[in-house]
């Protein structure tokens, strides 16, 4: 199962070594390398009946590669444990292998080790390392008073996919498809830490938890301006159709894996951000001056 | 669980960023990281009935690390992802965790982040990180016809512990420990690439199985010498309790995470290694010049 994942595969330059050895290596030209991990499993992050396997590896790896770029790195290389039931067909490993070299090609990644075992579910493990390029790390913990709060990327897409997948609905593709692979703005995280922003995540568990991640990190409160997070003409379409209120995905669908961003008051925004609110102190995330009384966002471990 | 996995927790100086945000970013002084991923599922890899929690961990880490050893490198950094069903005590992720900082803290490396979901069983993906300190990784790929072939660590001990698990039988408590907890001799790693070791890896499937890897990435034979290969004490006893041949441990016994490597003809070998055969033209492992008749080791997935 190995082989078939790496056989015929292009490594980029950063792979001194690729898969088959006990381990790989990797370069790490600033003498740094960016990581995190991202495990999941059938059944609550993903369905066969929902996403193709290879759109699960897909998602699996802009997930994961979401997490590098909100810190302001590029995503070098992954690395990918897989644990499936014996009697996994192996057009469904090979699947799930195309749509993680696919994400990983087209970030200019390579897929370079990962292993391979038994287990009664599909799991699937996934590590991404990643290059800063000689720049700080833009952490959660930065935001001050005063600055501007930021995204890029969509909101409530997913969350709106979700929920047609659910009641069954095959009207909006293009928000279904969001679900089944979203679609992170990568780049605009180096772009964003150009730009000088002081503190950075990416939506997974969706806009008001992970700004609530980023406030406490930072101890302020953000303002989210109810102008600015007017749902998309989809959206409002799709809950029109569902007979719900799209502002609910707006504010708590995850797994957009949007960036969400600070940057000085003043400051211009770089390329495809767009002004949403503001950080004042406090903590935790109003929206426009109130509290937010809908849940906080999606938990993994409920 | 993450918070209690991470709290009061000491990180190396290789740490520049711990668990909390994003992704964390660890030290890579030469430009190039070591990397490596290991997948463990209960009831295939562990039992909690015969390992404590802790063990497991230790387990988890210390295979993961041996890898790393085997390139020439040392571990600066794991991340732990864990997947439990929700009736898991908190006792048992706690003491998991305790496990895998008790061998990353004797190693001098972090756990600087992870994942934790809910799955039907639980499953533990380790990732490593290491440092090659400016030398070349020494690969599975460079054994040449004539080299010395040696090993450094226990051959057997954790097939014994095992098959005395299976047996029920408490007679032999530094075996079951051996196959609990096994104690690789990490920097033995380095120490081989100091010492211009050709070739190396790790006992992890079995001593016929892993040089068989390194013969097939090297194009060569192996040719172990019968009389290096004699059981140690422990095993012989063992053995005769239980009514089995200890060769069949020594030989094809996994998971001691030993290390295997060939040097140069007449090179001195490094403190704590040993030889046990010569690399010859040809491919495949053979003991005394014949071929090897027994089962070839332990796969993963079967």
């Not at 700004?211 to 003409?233: M, Y």
Request: glycine share 12%; proline share 7%.
């Amino acid at each position: 199962m190995i082989d078939r994942a790496v056989a015929g595969r292009v490594q980029p330059d950063t792979t001194d070594l690729g898969p088959g050895d006990d381990a790989a290596v990797v370069r790490a030209a600033d003498g740094r390398v960016v990581v995190s991990s991202d495990m999941l499993v059938q059944g609550r992050h993903f369905r066969f009946d929902w996403s193709t396997p290879e759109q699960v590896g897909r998602k699996a790896a802009a997930q994961n590669a979401a997490d590098i770029a909100s810190m302001g790195a590029w995503p070098t290389a992954f690395l990918v444990s897989l644990g499936c039931p014996p009697d996994t067909p192996i057009r469904v490993a090979d699947a799930l292998s195309e749509g993680i070299w696919a994400e990983a090609s087209a970030l200019g990644a390579g897929v370079v080790g990962g292993d391979t075992v038994q287990s009664d579910q599909v799991v699937l493990s996934l590590t991404v390392l990643g290059d800063l390029r000689g720049r700080d790390a833009v952490l959660r913990a930065g935001a001050r008073p005063g600055d501007q709060v930021a995204v890029t990327g969509r909101l409530g897409w997913s969350a709106a996919g979700l929920a047609l997948l659910v009641a069954d609905n095959r009207d909006f593709p293009e928000l279904v498809d969001a679900h089944r692979v979203p679609t992170p703005p990568y780049r605009r995280g180096p772009d964003a830490a150009e730009a000088g922003a002081t503190a950075m995540t990416d939506n997974s568990d969706g806009l008001v938890a992970d700004l609530g991640h980023l406030c406490a990190a930072s101890g302020v409160r953000v303002d989210l301006d109810p102008a600015a997070l007017t749902p998309d003409p989809p959206l409002r379409a799709a809950a029109q159709t569902l007979g719900v209120d799209p502002s609910a995905w707006v504010l708590t669908g995850g797994e957009d894996h949007s960036l969400l961003a600070t940057f000085p008051r003043g400051a211009a925004l770089p390329d495809g951000w767009r002004r949403i609110g503001v950080v004042r102190a406090g903590a935790g995330v109003t929206v426009g001056g109130r509290a937010w009384s809908g849940s906080g966002g999606w938990q993994s471990f409920g």
